[in-house]
């Protein structure tokens, strides 16, 4: 029995998504490599981009950093993110 980890699949559609999309999947191996994966669940009109663990960064206890490190890439990639929030 395998352990899938669930796609990233969008689950809406924002213009900025592909960009977003994008800058996510630049770190996305790095998740991979400690069985997790995070996954777009809204961006706000405010610009707020709310995204959900996934795998084993649901649990981790690293994932503030991590977030941080996602926060970063995305808002280099798309300024039009003013925040990230995970959870």
């Not at 213009?15 to 790095?30: F, N």
């Not at 997790?36 to 663990?53: C, F, K």
Request: aromatic share 4%; with cysteine; charged share 20%.
């Amino acid at each position: 029995m395998s352990l899938d980890i669930p796609t990233s699949a969008p689950v809406f559609d924002h213009p900025l998504m592909p960009r977003v999309e994008a800058a996510l999947d630049t770190l996305r191996p790095y998740l991979a490599t400690d069985g997790g994966n995070v996954r777009v669940a809204n961006i706000t009109p405010e610009g707020v981009l709310q995204l959900e663990w996934q795998g084993a960064c649901g649990a981790c206890p690293m994932s503030t950093m991590t977030r941080a490190g996602l926060e970063d890439t995305v808002k280099k990639a798309v300024p039009e993110i003013i925040a990230v929030e995970a959870r």
